[in-house]
């Protein structure tokens, strides 16, 4: 028995649990051309794009900790639309589902980049967690009301899947996932990096330019675990559980919390299998599913919470 991996996602079909996280390998077109050639990619999200240009902040922009990564680049992106011309050319060339991350400061922005982009994509990211980028990001998403707003400024110009991705450094993440459902979100990405900072103790100073960053990698996992548990409990739209996954014991983890599919991100960049990493993560998954006779992905969602 070969268990179905097929997944349908807030009306996409991937034919893998496994997505490609933002900012990680959807940060050229030629890159997410070659990862979506991988068979066991259900689909890619882009990296974050912005109403204005965006160059970033200057180096050192990230770090690896041993146990994670520190990063603050800043977000930075030619513009929405310069972006739109790079993925016109993209798009008839992957076959599976493209996701464009986007990271509105306001609803008026959200609702004329999906305007913009509503033809060169299968569906929206919201951007509305990242914890270091001023104006952007975490300073919008960690209020319900502004949430609302531009979720429902982003629903009004498509009608494609519409994905918010939450932050953990909120007092309430299912608070702020429950306005963006109300608002006409399809799903919910948990969940984006923590604040965090590093301290050079020689240099007596903080190692980032921006003093502030986002941890990723194996250190926030049991929180992304934790977030997906709490909105599943509560929410009745799809969760994409993202936050350290590095095999597929991380992936099935998530599931089993409630998540209907995964992003992976930081591995890709500290694992030795490069791109093969996809294949082993789902190569793990299919084999869990036969030792636990289970036919399908979808018998495995939430399955903690009855267990």
């Given at each position: 028995m070969h268990p179905d991996m097929k997944v349908e996602l807030a009306g996409l079909v991937l034919r893998s649990p496994i997505m490609v996280a933002s900012g990680v390998l959807g940060s050229s077109t030629g890159l997410i051309k070659r990862v979506s050639e991988n068979p066991s990619v259900g689909a890619v999200v882009t990296k974050t794009v912005t109403y204005n240009p965006r160059n970033g902040y200057e180096n050192p922009t990230a770090i690896d900790l041993g146990f994670g990564f520190l990063n603050a680049m800043g977000l930075p992106n030619p513009g929405y639309l310069d972006y739109k011309n790079e993925l016109a050319e993209l798009r008839d060339k992957i076959e599976i589902p493209l996701i464009v991350s986007i990271g509105p400061s306001n609803s008026e922005e959200a609702s004329e980049m999906v305007k913009a982009l509503n033809e060169v994509s299968d569906g929206f990211e919201l951007n509305l967690s990242c914890p270091h980028t001023e104006k952007l990001g975490l300073e919008v998403g960690s209020d319900p009301e502004k949430v609302r707003r531009i979720t429902a400024s982003a629903r009004k110009y498509t009608s494609k899947p519409l994905f918010i991705k939450v932050s953990p450094n909120v007092t309430s993440v299912v608070e702020i996932a429950r306005a963006a459902v109300e608002a006409g979100a399809d799903a919910i990405t948990a969940i984006n990096t923590l604040k965090s900072m590093a301290i050079d103790v020689n240099a007596m100073k903080p190692v980032l330019s921006n003093v502030y960053g986002g941890l990723s990698g194996r250190?926030?996992?049991?929180?992304?675990?934790?977030?997906?548990?709490?909105?599943?409990?509560?929410?009745?739209?799809?969760?994409?559980?993202?936050?350290?996954?590095?095999?597929?014991?991380?992936?099935?983890?998530?599931?089993?919390?409630?998540?209907?599919?995964?992003?992976?991100?930081?591995?890709?960049?500290?694992?030795?299998?490069?791109?093969?990493?996809?294949?082993?993560?789902?190569?793990?998954?299919?084999?869990?599913?036969?030792?636990?006779?289970?036919?399908?992905?979808?018998?495995?969602?939430?399955?903690?919470?009855?267990?």
């Open positions: 250190a926030i996992r049991p929180v992304g675990v934790r977030i997906v548990y709490e909105l599943y409990e509560t929410l009745r739209v799809p969760i994409v559980g993202c936050g350290g996954i590095y095999d597929w014991r991380d992936a099935v983890e998530f599931i089993l919390a409630g998540a209907s599919a995964i992003q992976v991100g930081s591995a890709i960049a500290c694992s030795r299998s490069g791109l093969n990493i996809f294949g082993e993560i789902e190569k793990g998954i299919v084999e869990y599913l036969v030792a636990k006779g289970l036919s399908n992905i979808r018998g495995l969602v939430g399955l903690a919470h009855t267990s």
